[in-house]
């Protein structure tokens, strides 16, 4: 199944040209778990975010540069062809804005936190409400200084 998952503030923002804008240890928490023992997908500009690949994922990039990746990260030139086959198992989308806007007619689930606020927001998920209905809402118990967050779970419709 292929499935996107992100934190969004109340405009749909994911992040700042600085980057995420808020820290939610729930949230890396929850995405943790759910994309353990995946294959995930990212865009080159998330790509150069991490470090290194995460443990327990196999980490592909969705890139035409010719460079050669980091050890641990596959390359995904062809987006169609991946989708068509390239992968085995479950596949999470991660980011950035560009990669969920081009593979959002690929995902039959979403996986969104939303992070209560605006967060002066540069970069976007797509619009999405007309293409899925919501499955499922878990509202965790709030924590002094941390932004109040939902997770949902999205299902095409």
Known sequence: MIRAIAAVDDRLGI???????????ADVAHFRALTLSSNVLMGYGTYTEFANPMEGRTNY??????EKLRE????VGDLRSFFTGG?????????????YTTTLEEVEE???TRVAGDFACTK?????????????EEVPPPVEGVPAIRFQTWQRN
């Open 87 to 99: 992968f085995e198992g479950d596949l999470w989308i991660i980011g950035g804005a560009m990669l």
């Open 72 to 75: 641990g990260f596959l390359r």
């Open 15 to 25: 992040s700042t040209d600085a980057g995420i804008p808020w820290n939610v240890p």
């Open 124 to 136: 976007f998920f797509p619009p999405f409400e007309d293409k899925f209905r919501l499955g499922a």
């Open 61 to 66: 990039v969705a890139t035409r540069r010719t």
């Open 110 to 112: 979403l996986a969104l």
